[in-house]
T-cell receptor, first 115, second 113 residues
Framework: KAGVTQTPRYLIKTRGQQVTLSCSPI?????VSWYQQTPGQGLQFLFE???????NKGNFPGRFSGRQFSNSRSEMNVSTLELGDSALYLC??????????????FGPGTRLTVT | GENVEQHPSTLSVQEGDSAVIKCTYS??????FPWYKQELGKRPQLIID?????GEKKDQRIAVTLNKTAKHFSLHITETQPEDSAVYFC????????????FGQGTELSVKP
């Protein structure tokens, strides 16, 4: 099976702009989670989508949003970019269903730089 | 709130020695504990995991132990090799929170030849 893919791999944006990142999960996986990775804060959970519904949300401001399509592909949007949003954004896919935790497999990430 | 503490933050060993990384979690409902290895510029890769109904799990040179009472779990790497050099992350998951993983801060392991 093909692994988790993310596009684009690199992005440079200016403060105040918005950005959309895309994640395609492993075939058959219906859960997609998003994480922000920075040197200072490590890996932090943003949100999770399962069957087109947001199932869980981390402690990030409302500028961070996402959605999932019927084919399980997910997008993440960040509006009004700030310098502190510069990070590696990782998505992970899983077979996860309610009441059970499953293995999560990560994509290569999108490196976002805000100038 | 939910938290996972990971120690040490850096670890340097000689090739052939063992390495141990320890994590403590706060959410007593957590029941799934994966470990990820992240090489420089690459994605985190799942190397081993353990569920709360098991006390220990081994896969070749890697083993993980879990103490539910103390709420801590550890990664053990034996006969370390230079290719084991990477950042290792532990994580914990509460089954009632779906795919949400709470990660430790990471341990940078350096294996010197």
């Amino acid at each position: 099976k093909a692994g988790v893919t993310q596009t684009p791999r690199y992005l440079i944006k200016t403060r105040g702009q918005q950005v959309t990142l895309s994640c395609s999960p492993i075939s058959g996986h219906r859960s997609v989670s998003w994480y922000q990775q920075t040197p200072g804060q490590g890996l932090q959970f943003l949100f999770e989508y399962f069957s087109e519904t947001q199932r869980n949300k981390g402690n990030f401001p409302g500028r961070f949003s996402g959605r999932q399509f019927s084919n399980s592909r997910s997008e993440m949007n960040v509006s009004t970019l700030e310098l502190g949003d510069s990070a590696l954004y990782l998505c992970a896919s899983s077979l996860s269903v309610s009441g059970t935790s499953y293995e999560q497999y990560f994509g290569p990430g999108t490196r976002l730089t805000v100038t | 709130g939910e938290n996972v503490e990971q120690h040490p933050s850096t670890l340097s060993v000689q090739e052939g020695d063992s390495a141990v990384i320890k994590c403590t979690y706060s959410d007593s409902a957590s029941n799934y504990f994966p470990w990820y290895k992240q090489e420089l510029g690459k994605r985190p890769q799942l190397i081993i995991d353990i569920r709360s109904n098991v006390g220990e799990k081994k896969d070749q040179r890697i083993a993980v132990t879990l103490n539910k009472t103390a709420k801590h779990f550890s990664l053990h790497i034996t006969e370390t090799q230079p290719e084991d050099s990477a950042v290792y992350f532990c994580a914990a998951s509460n089954p009632n929170q779906g795919g949400k993983l709470i990660f430790g801060q990471g341990t940078e392991l350096s294996v010197k030849p």
